[in-house]
């Protein structure tokens, strides 16, 4: 009896997985390789433009109701916010409570099963934050980690920015060790990289640039909602 509950739960999970996957396995192995090999990978389109839409409404909302807070630097013990390092100010994200965009933690979630499948990590937890830069703004180079807290291991990076036209700025610059590379924040592409091993920076935006922004972690996240 045991036995055939199991089996049926497990059959209706297969079900549920497959319904809910956007991308199929062959995809997903793609993109896991490239960010294996290369240390980071740009993925164009990778949410549809009616959920692009929602996540701009939903960051627009939060930008009205005032919600964004400005971003700093470093751990919770050594927090300062000093903008001649980073301008954005940012909105951390909850599962529980922000479930009018529950596709978006579905999606960190698929992400993070692939890589502990394929790539023998032991993920388990992600934080992510709506990021805006104003006018003027940017982040200069950084690694993603805080000092004495090393469990960021791969970082996510969704642009929110619809019409963006080149001389807009506000480009991630992705640091190889003798190259760099720039990657324009177009609505719905997504960057992913090694949070350990990759130095990037945030170009100086000329108008205001919008992103969704995240880590997958390997151990969980306590401290995340209140590192800015
Ligand atoms: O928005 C981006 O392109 C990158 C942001 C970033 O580097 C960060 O928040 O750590
Ligand atoms: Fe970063």
Not at 185 to 202: N, Q, T, W, Y
Request: glycine share 8%; with cysteine; proline share 2%.
């Amino acid at each position: 009896m045991v036995i055939l509950f199991n089996f049926l739960m497990n059959f209706a999970a297969l079900f549920f997985d497959l319904l809910s996957a956007r991308y199929s396995e062959e995809q997903w192995i793609d993109w896991v390789d490239r960010l294996a090999a290369e240390d980071y990978v740009v993925i164009d389109d990778f949410i549809a433009q009616d959920e692009l839409q929602q996540l701009r409404g939903f960051l627009h909302e939060r930008n009205e109701e005032n919600e964004f807070e400005k971003a700093g630097i470093g751990s919770v013990f050594q927090h300062t916010i000093d903008k001649e390092i980073r301008g954005d100010f940012i909105y951390w994200l909850a599962k529980a409570r922000d479930t009018s965009i529950d596709f978006a933690f579905a999606y960190a979630e698929e992400l993070m099963g692939y890589l502990n499948r394929y790539c023998f990590l032991s993920l388990s937890d992600y934080e992510f934050h709506l990021a805006h830069y104003p006018k003027g703004t940017f982040y200069q180079k950084h690694i993603d980690q805080f000092k004495g807290r090393g469990n960021r291991i791969i970082s996510f990076v969704l642009y929110l920015n619809v019409g963006w036209q080149p001389g807009d700025g506000g480009e991630i610059r992705i640091f190889k060790e003798d190259s760099t590379f720039d990657v324009e924040p177009i609505g719905a592409r997504l960057v992913l990289f090694k949070s350990m091993d990759v130095p990037h920076e945030v170009l100086k935006t000329n108008v205001s640039r919008y992103s969704l922004t995240g880590w997958l972690l390997n151990k969980p996240s306590q401290l995340g909602y209140l590192l800015g």
